[in-house]
């Protein structure tokens, strides 16, 4: 199966780096079309902001419930909104909080932002950068260091994750919502690391609890589910990028299927090839 996957992305000449597959927590298949190296997740970022604020919510630096603007830098209070001050963690990480424009602007991003003209009534998902990135900045502030320091200190050092490109705001703050770069392997293993419910080599890196509150369904979309910057649907959930980079988990399969790619316009096609292995396998 697996060699009839690799020989259809072939033929389809699809621009893919690299695909592995996890079963029982053990590799069981791995292949590279492009050079093993690090390739930009892109919004994949926005599942490791997520378990920041996992870990933070798990050291009670923060809690879910708590009103997000609590924890961004003092200089901005006098420009928020009785309505954002409404806002929780969890609004933010559903993408409910608001329907922003798809990415911040301007040299001081959470200026920027506070000063849109948004409907704060309107309580659907509207997917977008906007949120993962003031999630971000507010655990920076919440535990109270660099946000990609607390990420290493917390998650990927422990996995044996170098530390891996990323990218800032005007402000300074980790962008959390794209800018991220990983390798095959490492994606792979953040995706197991998900799957086996926030444990690693024995070590329960962040709570089972809120690794399951975080991959499991809170609002439904147009494609599926979405927990905390998480989509779900009937397989289980995935850690998503733009162009053909997930790693995707198969709850009742006990798989995790991780692929790089770059397909600004061909991504769907992939992705119905690896849902006809999942399915099959």
Not at 41 to 56: C, E, F, I
Not at 62 to 80: N, R
Not at 133 to 158: D, H, Q, S, T, W
Request: glycine share 8%.
């Amino acid at each position: 199966m697996f060699s009839k996957l690799i020989d259809d992305i072939n033929a389809a000449g699809l621009c893919v780096h690299g695909i592995e597959v996890r079963h029982g927590g053990e590799v069981i298949e791995r292949h590279f079309f492009h050079e093993d190296k690090p390739y930009p997740v892109y919004s994949a970022t926005k599942s490791v902001t997520s378990a920041a604020v996992m870990a933070a919510a798990d050291e009670c630096r923060l809690s879910l419930d708590d009103k997000l603007y609590i924890y961004l830098d003092t200089k901005y209070m006098p420009l928020i909104k009785d309505e954002f001050k409404a806002l929780s963690f969890r609004d933010f990480m559903t993408m409910t909080a608001a329907p922003y424009p798809f990415r911040p602007e301007g040299d001081d991003w959470i200026k920027s932002i506070l000063a849109l003209d948004v409907d704060y009534s309107d309580r659907a998902h509207h997917y977008s950068n906007i949120p993962a990135y003031l999630v971000g900045a507010a655990c920076e502030n919440a535990v109270g260091e660099p946000l990609m320091g607390y990420i290493m200190r917390k998650l990927f050092a422990p996995m044996g994750i170098p530390e891996p490109e990323y990218r800032r705001s005007p402000e300074g703050h980790f962008y959390g919502a794209t800018g991220m770069t990983l390798s095959l392997e490492n994606f792979g293993r953040l995706g197991q690391f998900f799957s086996d419910k926030g444990c690693y080599d024995g070590r329960q890196l962040i709570s089972c609890a809120l690794i399951e509150d975080a991959t499991t369904e809170k609002v439904r979309t147009e494609s599926g589910g979405y927990g905390y910057f998480f989509p779900t649907d009937s397989l289980g959930f995935c850690i998503r990028g733009k162009w053909g980079q997930r790693s995707m988990v198969c709850t009742e399969k006990d798989m995790v299927v991780t692929c790089l790619a770059d397909l600004p316009k061909r991504s769907d096609e992939l992705y119905r090839l690896l849902d006809n292995y999942i399915n099959n396998a």
